[in-house]
């Protein structure tokens, strides 16, 4: 009898373990219990910093807490990018003549809206992933972040795998900025075709060539939405659709854009693998227990050899994709669009990220040729990375050190020899959990 219920709990655990490729809400189930696990992020840290009194968001007129909670969180101003389409929780906000306006740093982003009752918070959490949070607006309320939940009704959908996500659509805005369902629309990537990007959004900086960005959408007379083009220098462009110097910046940055798109695409695909992976490594213990009872795992044993095969096979293709994300491949080329970063902007962004003794560093702007002057995106040095589970974390640092030092990579990536060099001194300095150069034995 007890064989048959072991051979009954082997196939519905392969079965179970064959879907999870494909199967999704893997932040509800266990260990991971989203709406059961309390945050412990940039939000809660903040919360008790005003709680004891070491710190005060004060209040000013037009943007309320809004210049306080980015010094509190350590977000660059100068990140800004403002979005004019309705979709938004406070859409009924949000106009052409309104814009809500997004600033982020390496793991926190935050919307404020002209007139709206609350800032919108996204932080990143070592076991929520993404941690969703509103902050009041009226002076007269306490200045504390409120855990929102509901925010997952939008950001953990389709559209995000079915995990906490960050969200950046491009759509067919009406003169209201709703967005014409009819229409169609694009979630942002790196990969996206820059033609398709940024409908429902400013855009400003030096950029040439088409994208649906700065304008509301009309029909032609074959049928087919368009955006037609509107080069913007900076806000002024827009002061007769809306008041500029409500913002904290004249800019909506073309490189401040670029990079929220590289970002939030990795930060998503961490967030997912995370979760994804805490299931299966929690799945195989659970099978551990009920079928070896009597050999329950040892304190110092391998952590690989506590691993089910289903669960190594997924976790190499997540470490695959990772990679993949991780080295920008499939990014769209900017070379035909000769773009241009804010310098402020390009600045306060490469000061986020590790920095090595001889001036290397990952998050530098070029936008000549594609985002970053050097292949890789500098969201292997963040916390959201470090966040993975240790399994998943050193298969990706291996497959990583394939790529880059054996020139190898996953994908249609392309490096030349000298690049590889830089880029492995680079993590090999920077990155304590760097793999050692392998050794080739010769016969």
């Not at 859409?91 to 404020?112: C, E, M, T």
């Not at 913002?247 to 590289?262: C, M, P, V």
Request: net charge positive.
């Amino acid at each position: 009898m007890q064989i048959r219920v072991r051979v009954l709990l082997i196939s519905i655990a392969l079965l179970a373990t064959a879907a999870c490729v494909h199967a999704q809400a893997f932040h509800q189930r266990q260990p991971n219990v989203y709406s059961q696990t309390t945050g412990h992020n940039a939000a809660t840290a903040l919360n008790q910093r005003l709680a004891n009194g070491e710190v005060q968001l004060e209040w000013q007129p037009t943007r309320g807490r809004l210049r306080a909670l980015l010094k509190a969180l350590a977000v660059p101003a100068s990140s800004q990018t403002l979005v004019f389409s309705k979709t938004s929780l406070q859409r009924h906000r949000v106009s052409p003549k309104n814009p809500r306006a997004l600033y982020f740093n390496d793991d926190v982003y935050i919307g404020w809206i002209p007139g709206a009752a609350s800032l919108e918070v996204i932080v990143g959490d070592a076991k929520l992933g993404l941690a969703f949070y509103s902050l009041p607006q009226n002076p007269n309320e306490p200045a504390r972040l409120t855990r929102d939940d509901t925010c997952l009704r939008c950001h953990a959908t389709s559209r995000t795998f079915d995990e906490p996500g960050l969200l950046l659509r491009s759509v067919f805005p009406d003169d209201d900025g709703d967005p014409i369902p009819s229409a169609g629309e694009t979630n942002m990537d790196f990969r996206s075709p820059i033609a398709e990007r940024w409908g429902g959004w400013l855009v400003t900086g030096q950029f040439e060539g088409e994208h649906r960005g700065n304008a509301t959408a009309t029909r032609e007379g074959n049928g087919q939405w368009r955006v037609a083009p509107r080069p913007a220098k900076d806000l002024l462009t827009f002061r007769g659709d809306f008041d500029p110097s409500r913002y904290l910046r004249k800019t909506s940055d073309i490189g401040a854009l670029l990079a929220l798109e590289q970002q939030a695409t990795v930060h998503n695909l961490l967030v997912r693998a995370s979760h994804q992976m805490r299931y299966l490594l929690d799945k195989d213990r659970v099978m551990r227990e009920v079928l070896e009872p009597e050999r329950p795992a040892q304190k110092g044993q391998p952590q690989e050899l506590q691993l089910s095969e289903s669960t190594i096979r997924i976790a190499g293709t997540l470490a695959n994709e990772i990679t993949a994300a991780l080295l920008l491949d499939g990014e769209a080329p900017l070379a035909p669009h000769r773009a241009k970063s804010d310098p402020d902007f390009a600045r306060d962004y490469a000061a986020l990220w590790t920095k090595q003794l001889s001036d290397v560093q990952l998050g530098i702007l070029e936008l000549s040729q594609r985002t970053f002057t050097l292949p890789l995106s500098p969201m292997i040095h963040s916390k959201a990375f470090q966040r993975l589970p240790d399994q998943l974390r050193q298969r990706v640092l291996l497959r990583m050190q394939v790529a880059i030092e054996r020139g190898v990579p996953p994908g249609n990536i392309r490096m030349d020899r000298d690049t590889r060099g830089i880029l492995t001194k680079h993590l090999q300095a920077t990155a304590p959990e760097w793999p050692k150069p392998r050794i080739r034995r010769h016969q």
